[in-house]
Every structure is written in C-alpha cells, then in structure tokens.
C-alpha cells in the first residue's frame, strides 16, 4: 500500500461509504436551514395592496417570479381577475410574471394583493383548533421581484426524490443504494458557483429515473384535490375566497402542466365561484369540458354522514347532481367524502338511487381502536345496495407528492393481491390551497422509476374503471362504517342539532302541505324557488364541521341565522299552502272561530292531545283526531277514553296513569316505576331509577369539539342536589303534569315538567337547561328490566342494531354512539323505547339506556353550548318488538307535531290526501317534481326490516303513476297500474321507493 498521499485518480474511484454520513451529507446539501451560504439552497435568486413593478430590461430572456410571503393568504389580482392564490402554508408565495421575458411583453405591471387575516387554518393561537385570536397579528415579511433559477430547482427535486429514495426504500433493498451513491455523485460534481455543472448532475438522476419497473407494480392513480371546508375555523363568507383562491391557482398550474387533473366536490363552492367570481368560473367551465378540472361527489355539500335525516340526505344529492348536470351537462358517477365522521349504513342505497355505484373516503383510517380491514371492498347498506368502495391506501387526501407517500399506498394497502391500482390525493386542504408545482415535478420524476410504483395522473372514472375490472376477488363490508373518533359530535353545538331537526320538520310541512294544494288548487303557485333556497341553507348547514359542532363561534353565529331564516320564512309559506288548501275553512280575521281546523302531516291517523284557542282567548286543552296526511275541523273535543289521573303520595312522590300506561316519580322526578296499565310488567329496573341525570368529566386527548373519550365513562357522578322537588303542575283530565328542578355541576340549573297525555302510549319530559359547565357531559339514563345483546337505533329510512356488550375491541369502540328519533331495547315480547326532539348521541350499555343531552368544549368555540337549552324526550313501554308497538310511528309524532288553525266553520268531512295500508312503509315525502309541474313525488320506505306489500291510497286526482329514482328519472317504461285500491307497493327490507303521480290539471 502507497502512503503519503492519494494515488492518482483516487477522487473519481469507488469509495466504502458509511450510510448515514452519506444521507445527511446529501440531505445537508439541499437544507433550508443549514450551511445555506455554501449549499444549493444558498443559490437562490431572488386589507388590499397596489404593487407597482418594473422589471429590469436586463432581465430579458429570464423567468421572473413576484414574490410575497405573509401569514394570511393572499390572492394576486390582475387586470380586474383573480391570478394566483398566496398561502405561505401552503407553499404558494410567487407569481410567475413570465417564464421567459420577452422584449414584446410588458416590463411594468400593477398588481392587486388581497390579504387575508387568517392563514389556510383560521387565526388561532397556540394550537391549530384553537378559537380565533382577535388580537392575532399578520405580517407581510417578503415582497419581491425575483429571477428565479430554475436549474437550481430541478436539482433540488431531484435530490430530494433520490434522498427519499435512499432513505426509504431501505437497506435491504439495492435500489436504495444506487440512488444514495447517485445522489452522492451529484454532490460530487456540481458546483454551486458554477451552473455549467448542473447538466451533470441532472443527468446522473435522470439515469437513475429512466430506470423503468415491471409489469407487477402497482400504479397509483394521482389526482390533484383542495379538500376545502365550506366551514370550519373559518365562516362561510371567507370560505368564498378560499375557494377563488385555491381555484385559479389550479388553472395557472393546468395552464403550464398538461397532465394535471384535479377533482373538486360541493356544487355550492361550484355556485359561490359562479356568483362571486365569473371570469374564474369561465375558466374553470373550460378545464371542466377537457376532462380535466373534474366535479366529483354529487351532493351540495360534503355532509356530515349520519346525522342529516334520510330525506335531507337525498336532497344533498339531488340538489348537487342536478347542479352538476345543468351547469357541466354530466353528474357524477362516485360519491366523495373524505373527511366525515363516520358513514351511514343506509348511504350506498342513496348513491346508488342517485346514480352513483362509487364511493371514495379516508377517515376510517382515523379510528382510534380498531384498523379498518380494507382499502378496496365492496360496502353494503341495510337494503343489500352495494358500492365499491375505495379508501386512498396512504391515508390521507393531502398528500404532498412525496416518495415516502408513494411507498406508503404500497406497502399500507390491505388489499393486496386482489387489486393493484389505488389513488392518490395530492394537495393543501382543509383551508385550501391545493396542489402546487413542486408536488407535479416530484411525480414527474416517479412516473415509471424502477423500486417505486408507477404514478399517473389520473381522474377518479379512470381508477374505479379499473378496479371494476379487478374487482372479482374484492371482500364485502356489510352495514355502517363507524369511525372510533369523534363521537363527540353527536352532541356538540345543541342549539345546532336543535335547529337541523327543527327545520328538516319544516321543510317536510310545507311541502306536504304545498303539494295538497296544488293538487287541491290549480291557481297555487307551489313555491320551488323559495323551497330550493331555504333547503340550500339546510344543506349547507350539514356541512361535516357545522352540523357536528365542530366549527368556530362566527360559523355557529351564521348557522343560527340560516335556521331563523328557514324558520320565518318557511312558516310564511306553510300559512300560505294553508290558507290555500282550506281558506274557506279558516277564521277571517275579524271573525269568530266556531271551530279548529287540525293539520296532520303524517301518513297515519293521530289521536292526540293538542292546545287550541278558547272563547276566551285562553289556551285549552284538546283530544282530537285527525286523518292520515289530511285535515279535520274540530268543534266539540273527544271525550278521553280514560282520563288521565295524577295523585301524589305522603312520601313525595307522585302517581299518573292513562289507562295506556302508568308511571311513578320519585321528588327528584326519577321514575321508580314503569308499567303498561293492567299489567305486573315493570320496565324500571330493579332497585334503580329511571330518568337519572349523570354527570361526566369531558376532557379527550387533543380534539375537543369533536371527541369524548372511553375514560369519561370512569368519571360518572349522579345529579342529585335538588332544587325545586316535585310537584304537580296539572292535576290530570286530558293531561296530568309536574315539574322539579336540579342543580347540574356548579353552576348549570334543570328544569323538568314531566307530562302523560291522554291516550298516549309514552311519557314526555319538557327539559330546559341553564348550562354553565366547562368540560362536562350530561347525559340521562334508563336503567330498564330487559335483557337483549343488541339495542337498536333508528337511522336514515331505517334502523340498525348495535351490541350492548363489549365483548370485542369492535364492541368497545361503540361506547358511544348515534342514532335519530329514537332508540329501543327488546326482548321477546316486552321492550322499551327512548324518543326524542332534537338528540342524537346514544348509547345502550347492558340494560341501561343513555341519552346525550349538553357538552362544554372550549375549541374551537370557547362558548359552545354555554346558553340555554329546551328539548324534549319521552320514554315508551310496549309489548311485543317495537315495530309491532309502534315506536316508530310515535317517534315520528312526538317530532311532527300536530298543526291547530282556528277555523270558521263547525262542521267539515276530514279529507285525507295519502294513506298507506302496512304499518312497515312510512309514506317520508310529498313534493313537487322538479321538473314536472304538473306532477308530485312521493317518496316511501320500509321501515321494519321485512318484506311487505302495500297499497298507495290518494284522493288526489292522479291520472297515472310511475316509479323513478331518487334524482325523479323514471325507472321504467311502463307505469304502474292505478287501481281502486290504490297504487300496490312491493317492498324489500328498508327499500326506499320514490312515485311519480301525474295530476289531473
């Protein structure tokens, strides 16, 4: 061996290299943050603002960026257009002015910067969901004109893919080690101060890129995406200009990238650019006619995916496919959720009425216990409709075109072996934003490189096209897909949940009640337009961050004014279908009323308790009956069968009974005791009390709004300081009543009035609550004398059953769940139910029952629920299952009250406009057509789990009927056959069916 000096040509030789100096060597090299005075990074040249720039003629021939870096998000304005959004969080902070600066071309310009005073997540301070800070500062730290080096750029992406490469594909794999040494070499040879180096370089990577993979690799499907939230840290109106921003920077990409597809659901962010920003629009209608720029989803709004109702979430799809398909000429073909919390067993029949058979999410990988088994499957719902399903394999919908990303969706996909293509969603979301250059040229660079899966630029028809084609050795997830996260939004922002029921009622009222007017009346003008806006407010209030609570205080502000807004306005128009459908009936406003005139909006008749106008002016009681989805006046009250009896006993507590059922209440306004009358049944159980207020600590991991955790559970403690005891407040006839009060925690104030109506089969409780709590949870229980393995929950157009038992981690994970109007635990032959107004968390623990009632969070709304609450909720004994005892009918009339019109007239037919023959089909709708004036849609389901027939009964003049499909397309040639009886229904379990009646004009 030769000392005292290198050998010649030692430099250029093979050296034995240590792994981990040669990784940071390169990864040095390239750093924004170390030795950038001799490192390629070093080399880099560089409320409304007027910017003013000359560009120096010496500049001729280069490409010239502006750039402006600040904490808001910017949008560049020029010539009175939208250019370019600016998010410095997002990786946006140039302009390109020219990418070749041509002596013809203006040297000066003026610009316009719109900034904006929040970044891509809102303006909190400390922790990203933390309430808007009105003192938070935004600052403009760059604003430049700049020459930009774009050969100093291509190498940087090109060392960054091979240090990826080197770092990730690992020691094991030898792909890994040519693309350290190239990477290496590259080092070697460029010199920063001398760009003639840098072809070199360039082609030492592009050696390694043009290596190319087999037939057996996987091929990614990557599709530009901007997940924006039409809410969430941020109100709607700034979500406006998100959508501007994040848009026009996609055309800017598209316009310089040939291959750039990018998806973008909610056809309302579609309608907000079309209002606010018609020259983007344009360009976007432009991109969208060449396949490029593709409108995914299908629904007005990315929803939440349990708590809208089954009618609201048809109206997501029919008011976004029919968006779709009037401003592009196509509706889409895969629904698109990515960020919901959680997925309703009862969508894939939904999507697929819609014409939808796709579907596309992420969230589940978010669970917080139990890693959801697939990543391509076939999901089924309640009805057996069956969707194939698609989960991204790297789990997100934000990727940022990075190679461990890439290897990721590989190595993650639990679908190995029965399908060999996934998707990629690449780009800044939640707060917009979307992709950017450098995420296409890092993909670029993967595009057939051997040791990593092939990348394509896709869109989501190519994807599901071929995994359609794969598709045959696919499992089946059959139900709900429950997310283990965020089950804290079932009961978050009350007043929210309260105003979504309140209104989905509304909307249901006024177009039952303006659809019978139409028919009875030809001169009526059904209001389509105003029903339209006031159900696009609805819609966009399910938005996934609205609805579930999780969204800042201006949000919480804005979605209260909307639900005011449907409430005025849609009691505007049901005083109008009224006043129209039975005008001559109604009291003329200086008259006397002979008489009420008793609305029901229902598909069954009702025997119930109202309150009316006396003669005197004073509210009395009535017992009335009215017809199936009709009306009938009422003069003289229906005696009670039994009248309902309240007595109180020596130690406090307090007896009621209707002849239906028969509870007793102990001073706390506790139920000891629950029986049906006539019965030795009790439903209470043994040594417990029911209606038992408990107070749990409410404090999760990270996620406040959005999460209550298992250990909440360990945390319970009984509200027992009572305040006001129990007294009776009606002494009975048609109704019998008392109330109490309790102090909750600290500071917050219940007050209960306990009410048994005349022959009503459940008992109500009228609850108003003071909340003051900070990191509470209240919650009511019903410990019952029933022993079942599964509770059951309604649904959208159904139910499902969940476990009461914990025996496995999937069990556990459900300690909290959701449900809609009502819940129910059976065994043979006796059950009991649990109804409510305006309440969706739940959960049924052996044989305890449990209502969610009020949460405290403090992010990202430091007030949340901090106000006062009225709901009501009611609790049912029956014999037999419940679809027999009808809670289900009950849950209904306890959500759709009864409507009482003073009337001039004594005596009228009751009219019945529908009816349906089997108690299993609930008759949900009755609208106008969209686009038959001349026509109604009705719309039914099975409500039971069975398979029943049934027959459609109208004294509508309908002269002929036809099946169609949730978007109101006929779904046969034929009609079907009008017969005496009426129009005969074949069901399936939970089969949802829509009617087409053809009026006599």
Known sequence: MRSGGAAPGMAAGAMLKHRRTALERVEKFVSAAYFTDCNLRGRWETCWFKVELSIPPAWAGREVHFVWESDGEGM??????????????????????????????????????????????????GTMIAPPDPNRRFTVSKAELVVFNRDVYELLVDLEILLDMARLLGEENQRSFQALYAANQMVNVCDVTDPATFPAARDLAAAIFGQRNGESQHSIHAMGHCHIDSAWLWPYEETIRKCARSWVTVIRLMESNPELTFVCSQAQQFEWVRSWYPGLYAQIQDYVAKGRFVPVGGTWVEMDGNLPSGEAMVRQFLQGQRFFRE????????????????????????????????????????????????????????????????????????????????????????????????AVLFGFGDGGGGPTQKMLDRMKRMRDTDGLPRVQMSTPDRLFSVL?????????????????????????????????RECERILHDVEVLSALALAQDSSFQYPASQLQRLWRLLLLNQFHDVLPGSCIQLVVEDALQYYAEIRRAGAQLQ???????????????????????????????????ISRTGPAGAEVLALVTAPSMGYAILREPLPPPQPVTVVKQEDGSVTMENGVIAVCLDAMGRLTSLRLAHSEREAVADGCCANQFALFDDVPLYWDAWDVMDYHLETRKPVTTLLKPLEITLAGGLRG?????????????????????ATCPYIRFLTQV???????FLKVEFPVQVRSTNATYEIQFGHVQRPTHWNTSWDWARFEVWAHKWMDLSEHGFGVAVLNDSKYGASARGNVLSLSLLRAPKSPDATADITQHHFTYAVLPHRGSFQDAGVIQCAYNLNFPLHAVPASCAQCPA?????????AVVLETVKQAEDRPDAVVVRLYEAHGSTAVTWLRSSLPVTEAMLCDLLEQPLAKEPLALEQQGVRLSFTPFQVLSILLVLRQ
């Open 911 to 919: 009219w019945s406009a529908f009816s349906v023959s089997s108690p």
């Open 76 to 125: 560049v304005w020029r010539d009175g257009q939208p250019v370019q959004g600016l998010t410095k969080e997002g990786e946006k902070t140039s302009y390109i002015l020219t990418s070749c600066l041509k002596e013809s071309e203006p040297h000066s310009v003026t610009l316009y910067v719109e900034l904006a005073c929040n970044g891509l997540f809102g303006a909190g301070k």
């Open 770 to 776: 003071e909340w003051k709590e900070s990191h509470k």
């Open 327 to 422: 401003q592009f000429g196509r509706i889409c073909s895969e629904f698109w959720l990515p960020d919901t919390f959680g997925y309703s067993a009862q969508l894939p029949q939904l999507m697929r009425g819609c014409g939808i058979g796709r579907f596309l999410t992420q969230k589940l990988s978010w669970n917080l216990v139990n890693a959801f088994p697939h990543h391509t499957f076939f999901w089924e719902g309640i009805d057996g409709s069956r969707v194939l399903t698609h989960f991204p394999p790297g789990d997100s919908y934000g990727m940022l075109g990075r190679v461990e990303e890439m290897l990721k969706t590989v190595k993650n996909n639990k679908d190995k072996g029965r399908v060999n293509h996934s």
């Open 575 to 609: 005083e109008e279908a009224v006043q129209s459908l039975c005008g001559d009936l109604l009291q003329p406003e200086s008259g006397h009323a002979e008489g009420t005139l008793v609305l029901n909006t229902l598909p069954w008749e009702r025997t119930e308790v």
């Open 468 to 500: 359609e084609k794969e598709s045959s050795q696919l499992c089946t997830w059959v139900g709900e897909l429950f997310l283990e996260l965020h089950n804290g939004t079932y009961t978050t922002q009350a007043q929210i949940k309260k105003g979504n």
């Open 737 to 757: 009543s008392a109330s109490f009060s309790l102090r909750v925690g600290k500071s917050s104030t219940l007050t209960q009035e306990i009410v048994l109506d």
